[in-house]
Structure formats: structure tokens, C-alpha cells
């Protein structure tokens, strides 16, 4: 299955001169835990829930006056499309990240990826098999 089914697309994206505020309302907005820090079509970083309490509450900055550029993770991981579901969770594990950004092959941004995506699919894929499997066994009668 295309990792695009899985995304966020359109994903949420502020520029790198927004302000905080504005990437967290735009966060808000979207109901998502990260933005995309894009210009011009360049993906520049990625501002995650992590970094405003890690880059801005902790250093007691003012998300008015911080710009996201000054405290967005860069450079940014990222995946493209063909690559395969298990292989995008086992990167996001080892590398304790919870958003990868999805480009295509000219690099440009198309989805952004959350590791609650892949953990809900994975956990859909498990009931359906997990349904069919007591059916297989309801049904089966005495002696097969």
C-alpha cells in the first residue's frame, strides 16, 4: 500500500519566517502534531509539538516574536513514497521521530507522515485478521 494512503495530504506547512504562534495555530487547525517548514516549494525543516516545548517553552521564548526558523529541526528526515510501511516504522523508531515528511523523487514535499498513521493501520490490519480468524474457527465444525 502507497504510504500516500496512510498521510496527511495536503500536509500542514508554515514558511520559515512564521512565528511560532502561527505554526501552532496552523498545528490546531489541521488537528496534526507537526508542520512543514517550506519555501518557494523547498522543504527547509519540520516544527514539531517537541520543539515547541523543548525550543520555545523551556527557553521561555515568545511564541510571538520566535521564528520558526530559529527553532525548527534541521536538517529533516525523510521518505519517499515507495518506501515500504515496515521499513518507515522501523526508521521512525530508531531514529525516535514521530513525523517524516513524504517526498517525491525531485524531493519535493507531497504528505507528511505520522507514526499514529502507520500504529492505527497496523492496529486495523490486526483486527481483520484477527475477525476472520475467529470466523475460520466459529465455523469450523466437528471432525473439520
Not at 116 to 129: G, S
Amino acid at each position: 500500500m502507497s504510504l500516500l494512503k496512510l498521510a496527511s495530504f495536503p500536509p500542514a506547512t508554515v514558511s520559515p519566517g512564521a512565528s511560532v504562534l502561527e505554526a501552532v495555530e496552523v498545528m490546531a487547525e489541521h488537528a496534526v502534531g507537526a508542520v512543514a517548514v517550506v519555501e518557494h516549494g523547498i522543504l527547509h525543516g519540520i516544527f514539531t509539538e517537541r520543539d515547541v516545548m523543548l525550543r520555545v517553552v523551556l527557553r521561555q521564548l515568545s511564541p510571538k516574536d520566535t521564528r520558526v526558523r530559529e527553532v525548527m529541526t534541521a536538517p529533516v528526515e525523510t521518505i519517499t513514497d515507495d518506501t515500504s510501511e515496515e521499513d518507515a516504522l522501523v526508521h521512525m523508531v530508531e531514529r525516535h521521530v514521530r513525523h517524516l515528511p513524504i517526498v517525491n523523487t525531485d524531493g519535493q514535499l507531497t504528505a507528511m507522515l505520522s507514526i499514529r498513521n502507520l500504529l492505527e493501520h497496523r492496529v486495523d490490519e490486526l483486527a481483520r485478521e484477527l475477525h476472520s480468524l475467529d470466523q475460520y474457527l466459529s465455523n469450523d465444525g466437528p471432525g473439520g
